[in-house]
């Protein structure tokens, strides 16, 4: 399953072999869902993981809307 864990970022001060200074972001992701079966879980563990995931932003109860008025000629 996909976990809702989150990435918590923060900037490290460092400087190069020529003394410029620049920042290199850091950070670590805690696991905070509780989840065994979590994605966040196993890479903690150095596993690789794969979630199918399904991303449908249809508005279905607009699409019905469209389909019964002067839209239902257009095979919707």
């Known amino acids: 399953?996909?976990?809702?864990?989150?990435?918590?970022?923060?900037?490290?001060?460092?400087s190069d072999p020529r003394g410029n200074v620049y920042y290199w972001l850091a950070g670590e992701t805690p696991i905070?869902?509780?989840n065994p079966e979590a994605d966040s879980i196993a890479l903690k563990e150095n596993k690789i993981t794969i979630t199918p995931i399904h991303y449908n932003l249809t508005c279905e109860k607009?699409?019905?809307r469209f389909k019964s008025s002067a839209f239902s000629s257009w095979n919707i």
């Open 62 to 64: 607009e699409l019905r």
């Open 1 to 14: 399953r996909q976990g809702t864990s989150r990435f918590e970022e923060y900037f490290e001060r460092r």
């Open 32 to 34: 905070k869902d509780g």
